[in-house]
């Protein structure tokens, strides 16, 4: 827990009382106290939740230390690069250099944020919830006109046989490993998952993927495809469509038994993690009485209201998407109505992310296949085409696969120029409804992009068309390519695929 | 030369003849392309410009390995790093790889998609501009309606004495070095200058920049003390105020005489670059009779129409800013004008950026300084905040300095954690106008974060308030951080300082 002294006085009535400190609760109160209101935080552990604990702020660095150790492999010896021992790197000697600096610095960061910048009054503890006005914190009782639960969410897990064994881990364990597993088996293979699974390989973790059904569902095809050929390139084994029925051990994990294919098959491992998703925190609230949705989630309407008046769910417990975004706009939203505004949250053209180190993948808005589910018309914008080079050999050029050399930018313009032609440092796609012009979605995978995926929600929405785009200022060279691929094409009054 | 047949044939007129396929004229043909009219390149060289031979894709690639080579020194044997022996790393070895891939592997591209995907005729050969609407390329004489001047620049050259030794560079000779200079002098702290700086530091080079005025002159104050400290932390020596008398060397370089603070000095060094700026190559319009400017710029209106009807100007030729994204506009200007629209080329708002490896800087706007000039009541939101710890350990994290934490993302992330405190991270600002809570100015040192301020120029053009960005969906972790910044005192109703 923080070491910080409370700054909540119990001789006043807040405006309302955020269980939780994280990402929802965070943001909800600091915009609460700007509206002029009293919040009050009440947070057992540290503000900002999972985030820099174990989410997103962790994933980035362990995302990079797996982009870094698996370009020091590729790059070693090639062109200027010395050779590199790689050979006992650790993977949990890095979790450690987290543990001991990254979730403190996070922390502090955050509460510095929230107390000392914004003057947001913490009550640090367990909170117990006497009624919908009374919170009571290490015995003492804070009064608040109005609740609002960010409570977050924990690991799903699915209930399989020997999940209780040593060496079964969830997300939370990541950054607490304190060694190195030969072989690990994850069980699910979602944008948790993948993650995950490309963390680890670098590091030389044999890593296995099994997902009962089908790998980032919700992704593009080309993206899929691309993803997964590059992280079987990387020694990921991937499998779709198993059933995991047992984990195997007398006391620590040795194995995973599943069905592939119809037949019964052991993954040897010494360590599994369970990737399958989130079940949202909601037990606190049971006793206002609240709406429990089947998903274990606090029932919510778009106000970010529960079924009693007064009190609000916002962030993971109040259900999927589970975006930090998400999580954050919705604790803002109860604040405002907390005030007598009359907002309601949105959840249109939200932007997806994961990381597949060492690049990024990243989308908005529709697939190519749901595009032209949906339109008459559609055309896509796509690098890299063509086919590629049967054989790639390092620091080599082939001619005639020109429609290979980009994407580029930042360290994945060196995989590229190391290995051209072998389609391992990018793609992207921009798919457009071909009659009115206007973008219906973007996927990307690659380096530096991600940020723009977050301006291009807000401009789809406002009908964003490839002629807007066309008049942008691009920063050149850039990751994402779709200013300056649009600007080619954006002089045709019929348009056609560029790819 | 491209090897690539002329897909041109002198028996038609064509609408526009565009002499040179560089950004802009590439651009422009494209679009007139687009627009149904029959555009034809004349391109000596090949297509896309100085762009991958010594410019954008260039220095994309060469500041990557400078940031490799920077956080190698950085990292090695700390945390799961393994040991990294950096002597003999060669900077010329890393111009072979580009030489032999790089340079080949974006020509082939943008002739593919100039050429191949949209079809536009390439005569290849030098141009002679006979008339107005003549070009004569290898003995053949092509007809069009519009002629469109696009032949780019060339390295200005100050005129110092000893600039004809051997070893006095330009941007040009960067990719073309094929040995390790010891020491090198830069001629110029402007931001080709800073950026050349820093990717030839990390590779042992000494280096020292020589500027006459101030270095880095348009940017934040904020960001040049930061960029300053960092350089100066990699051991470059920044000179500002000097005036350079005379390249000393026999033969060869052998030192650079400047006047510092009133005193005669001597650089020893064995190799120099001028880095003073662009010069625009007008002179092949010279028989058309077009009015030429005193920087040798074509003088163009705002429809990129030069002085004389049916003759435009577009790119660095048609002079500052010489960034790419206003050439590949001012291609699209001029070919909408041939078309008869009434196009005007638009400079507000456009995104600076250089590399300042392992980092990058972008900005767009206004600094703090200018705001503060032109606004009543300004405001910013800045990271990092307050002191820095007195010392940095690596792998340390100091307590008390929770405003050091941010910004991160990717590698920077790691430079964060293994530095805690030192600030070789990055920093952000936003400079908002707080009487309107309209953003002013945005300004980033960083990675991953450039891209952002491709869609930020266009929405600070449409009045982009602080309350329209708490609205946004980021995705999490970002490099920029203004979303999750501004959503935090986006509530207030009279904004005020978040530093």
Chains 1, 2 share one sequence.
């Not at 919040?39 to 999972?50: F, Y």
């Not at 979605?441 to 301006?455: I, L, R, S």
């Amino acid at each position: 827990m923080s070491n910080a002294a409370s700054n909540a006085p119990n001789n006043v009535e807040y405006d309302a009382i955020f269980v939780g400190g994280g990402a929802s609760g965070r943001f909800g109160s600091c915009f609460l106290q700007g509206l002029g209101k009293k919040p009050l935080i009440v947070e057992m552990d540290h503000l900002g939740g999972e985030c820099h604990k174990c989410r997103c702020a962790f994933e980035n660095f362990v995302a990079d230390q797996a982009a870094m150790a698996d370009c020091l492999r590729l790059y070693s010896g090639k062109s200027w690069y010395p050779e590199i021992n790689l050979k006992g790197i650790s993977h949990s000697r890095a979790m450690k250099t987290y543990r001991d600096v990254g979730s403190r610095a996070f922390a502090d960061a955050m509460e510095f944020q929230t107390v000392k910048q914004l003057g947001v009054a913490v009550a640090w503890g367990q909170a117990k919830i006497i009624d919908k006005n009374t919170v009571e914190v290490n015995g003492v009782k804070y009064k608040g006109k109005n609740m609002v639960i960010a409570t977050g969410s924990r690991p799903m897990m699915p209930g399989i046989k020997g999940d209780k064994l040593e060496n079964v881990w969830t997300y939370r364990d990541h950054p607490n490993m304190t060694w190195d597993p030969k072989k690990i088996v994850l069980v699910g293979g979602g944008k948790i998952g993948m993650g995950k699974a490309s963390m680890f390989a670098p590091f030389g973790i044999d890593v296995t993927v099994l997902e009962k059904y089908t790998c980032m569902p919700k992704w593009d095809a080309d993206v899929r495809e691309f993803v997964f050929r590059n992280m079987k390139m990387r020694g990921i084994k991937i499998h779709e469509g198993v059933e995991v029925k047992e984990i195997l051990g007398k006391t620590k994990v040795e194995g995973v038994k599943a069905i592939v294919d119809g037949k019964e098959q052991i993954f040897e491992c010494d360590a599994v993690m369970i990737t399958s998703g989130l079940t949202p925190n909601s037990e606190i609230a049971k006793p206002l009485g609240v709406e429990i949705g089947r998903g274990n989630e606090i029932v919510v309407n778009d106000k970010m209201e529960t079924s009693v008046p007064g009190v609000y769910a916002v962030g993971d417990v109040a259900g999927p998407p589970f975006f930090m975004a998400c999580a954050r706009k919705e604790g803002m939203t109860a604040a405002k109505n907390i005030c007598g505004e009359n907002a309601v949250m949105d959840y249109e053209l939200i932007p997806d992310h994961t990381y597949i180190s060492p690049l990024e993948a990243t989308m908005i808005g529709l697939t190519e296949t749901e595009a032209r589910a949906k339109y008459k018309n559609v055309i896509c914008i796509k690098v890299p085409v063509g086919e590629r080079p049967p054989e790639v050999k390092p620091e080599e050029y082939q001619e005639g696969y020109a429609g290979n050399a980009l994407p580029v930018c930042g360290r994945m313009h060196t995989l590229n120029l190391l290995y051209f032609g072998a389609n391992m440092n990018g793609m992207l796609k921009a798919v457009v409804n071909a009659d009115t012009r206007e973008y219906v979605g973007f996927h990307h995978v690659g380096d530096g992009a991600k940020v723009a995926f977050q301006y291009l929600g807000y401009l789809m929405k406002k009908g964003w068309k490839v002629d807007d785009m066309a008049q942008l200022n691009e920063v050149f060279l850039n990751a994402e390519h779709f200013i300056q691929l649009s600007r080619l094409i954006a002089g045709k009054k019929k348009l056609t695929d560029f790819k």
